[in-house]
């Protein structure tokens, strides 16, 4: 059984920072494509950053700069750094996991991330 599960949200203060990290179990972690998205209440989900298998990185223009993703396929868990946060990110943080060229396509069950003062 595929599991990912994410931990590492909570509330912060704006300009603060949270590493969030997600552990997976059940897929052979190092063939994965692994993301992390949000979504605002009232908004869809949106990509903040992914990594391929062999470590490339992709980034929302919103985050860049501000946030790092990177993996440890020891672990099986990848990792979102998130730096100098703003009211704006705010959301619910999801997980992903996706193998290219295949039908395996997973979430987890979400973070919750507060930005307020």
């Known amino acids: 059984q595929v599991q990912l599960v994410e931990s590492g949200g909570g509330l912060v203060q704006p300009g603060g920072s949270l590493r969030l990290s997600c552990a997976a179990s059940g897929i052979i972690f190092s063939l994965y494509h692994m993301g992390w998205y949000r979504q605002a209440p009232g908004k869809q989900r949106e990509l903040v950053a992914t990594i391929t298998s062999s470590g490339s990185t992709n980034y929302a223009d919103s985050v860049k700069g501000r946030s790092t993703i990177f993996r440890d396929n020891a672990k099986n868990t990848v990792y979102l750094q998130m730096n100098s946060l703003k009211p704006e990110d705010t959301a619910v943080y999801y997980c992903?996991?996706?193998?290219?060229?295949?039908?395996?396509?997973?979430w987890g069950q979400g973070t919750q991330v507060t930005v307020s003062s």
């Open positions: 992903n996991a996706i193998r290219t060229a295949t039908t395996y396509n997973y």
